[in-house]
């Protein structure tokens, strides 16, 4: 995935800003970390590749198809139960999910619940149980907004093993922490670091 130039303005009720100017990067296969303070654009920037934004300038290149776990995944809840957001339709489909539930750390109990019934911890591994699911089966860019966040040190292990698994596909997280990076660096993780 390629940008070149982008440049993105944001618009709430108290008016426009820049909130990103001119950024370019190449983001290659494999982890690549975009690393930058609180408010520096990183969200936006995700959203934008996503095609959530428009862009007031620049260029997107992106050939593959996209999966995007938010800062706030419960932003992406579609679905009344978590066995529909997983795309498990009926009482088999669940049970062949027992497993990876179990290795993501959610209990299969929570099936039957609504996704924003969970706790802020179980959103996110459910958002990234179905970004991971939706990857496995097809080339995609994975998109990971905030990957440790929330969650505790076996969720991150989690997350790890995940960016692992995909790192034969183009990878892009962010966050703000140092820590992250040690974090990757710990797993034994390699990454390109892009700083915004
Ligand atoms: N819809 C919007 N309207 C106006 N300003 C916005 C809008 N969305 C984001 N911004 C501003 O853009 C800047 C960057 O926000 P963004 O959420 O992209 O930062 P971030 O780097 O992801 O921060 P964090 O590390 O805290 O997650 C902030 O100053 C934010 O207030
Ligand atoms: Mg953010």
Redesign the pocket.
Known sequence: MQVEKLTVE???FDGS?Q?ISNFSASFNKGINVIY?P???????LLQTLAGMNRPASGEIRNQGRLSLVS?VPEREFLHSSCACELGADNPEDVKKLSEELKEIGLNISIMERSPWSLSRGEKKRLALLRAAREYRNCEKVLIID?PFCDLDKNGCAQVAQILKDSSNNVVIV?T?RREDLEFLKGKGLEYSLIEI
Do not use: H, L
């Not at 609180?38 to 936006?44: H, Y």
């Open positions: 944001m618009t709430s800003r909130v930058g609180p408010a520096s654009g990183k969200t936006t800062q905030d962010a703000n």
